[in-house]
Nanobody
């Protein structure tokens, strides 16, 4: 069982940066693949970035590649998402999720545990 709590969201101007954190409980944090998803009003939840628990392989959505960086600190049981060069279209509720899959999963159905989300708003 894993419980996830996101933090770090807020209001930022276009071109700015934010760092999201996702604190996890549970003894086997390092055995879960982790991901960030986002959901804007009226849209489906979409994959943003993921990191595997074997080797720390990462994968990014094309829309954030080169601007966002996902990382994990297993000792602190924390997942991060560094977001730079933010755009108004990045505005959404951001969720972290944990998967028992060994590789990065890009579909929400592949994740077993979810946080409650943190709002990111980018003004133009």
């Amino acid at each position: 069982q894993v419980q996830l709590v996101e933090s770090g969201g807020g209001l930022v101007q276009a071109g700015g940066s934010l760092r999201l954190s996702c604190a996890a409980s549970g003894r086997t944090f390092n055995r879960y693949g982790l991901g960030w998803f986002r959901q804007a009003p009226g849209k489906e939840r979409e994959f943003v970035a993921g990191i595997s628990w074997i080797g720390g392989s990462t994968l990014y959505a094309d829309s954030v590649k080169g601007r966002f960086t996902i990382s994990r600190d297993n000792a602190k049981k924390t997942l991060y998402l560094q977001m730079n060069s933010l755009k108004p279209e990045d505005t959404a509720v951001y969720y972290c999720a944990a998967s028992t899959s060994a590789s990065v999963v890009v579909t929400p159905q592949g994740y077993d545990y979810w946080g409650s989300g943190t709002q990111v708003t980018v003004s133009s």
